[in-house]
């Protein structure tokens, strides 16, 4: 079958849960012999880099602002996905459900919408903002031909209030034995000998509280703080200014050099997101256990 992944930034997996789920979808369904396409955005993608894990890379521009980076990129990529007539679409992003009929055009393209969580409870969001996302759960029950929830909270928050089902398929992870220490030498850490955290670095993940917090640990063990965020400047500033001198922020870390950190910590901090409630754990938080455990009870 001939297959695309649209609405995330797009492989290689370089920002959140949505573009890992990209990644190892289309990595899996590439080596059942499928032909997949995942769209990716132009600030994200690799210069030169056609193809990643057997799937192709599809590249195309966006307006790269926080409230249009998302939408604009979903619109071309579906007016794209209706060119190339795909046996399916996966669209990931329940903001994108106002294009999510563009796929099926010019063919019989089926649509399947991944909702993810409550977005217009994020106080991230302005009042236009959280009435988008308010919109497109409507939208969400009407326009593709599935909809995926990857929480049970979500899920039924969708039968509840719209009294429709959606398909629940949660998050899964995998255990690759992290190789060598390379990302710990490069920020002088040593194995068990640092707490980690991980997130994205915005206000409603909390990585404040838990540099607050940390001044109150006795000792001289770091608190590694892994994550980023691009529309989340002030904050991140913010974060800086708070910690104390043992704290260090890397940066976002993907694939061996995360591992990595993830086996070899001490202690690991997952985020406390204010709305936990509201949101599914996603990869981050299931890979990180996974690899954590692992690699503590070898």
Known sequence: MRLAILGTRGIPARYGGFETLAEEISARLSTRGHDVTVYTRTRYAEPGLSSHRGA??????????????????????????????????????????ASAFLPRLSGSTRVVLNVDGLERNRRKWNALGKLAYRLSETLSTIVPDAVVTDARVIEAYYRQRYGFSSVFIPYGGDLPEPVGTEALERLGLTPDRYALYVSRLEPENNADAVVRAYRDVPGEVPLVIVGDAPYARDYIAGL?????????????????????????????????FEIRAQMPHGTLFVNALLVFRAANCA
Not at 242 to 270: S, T
């Open 240 to 272: 800086r200014r708070q910690a104390d001198p043992r704290v260090r922020f890397p940066g976002a870390i993907y694939g061996e050099g995360y591992r990595q950190l993830l086996a070899r910590a001490a202690v690991y901090y997952p985020c406390y």
């Open 56 to 97: 192709r890379i599809r590249v195309l521009p966006t307006i790269p602002t926080k409230y249009l980076d998302t939408v604009a990129h979903g619109f071309l990529s579906g007016f794209d996905a209706a060119l190339e007539r795909y046996d399916a679409v996966l669209v990931c992003n329940a903001i994108n459900a």
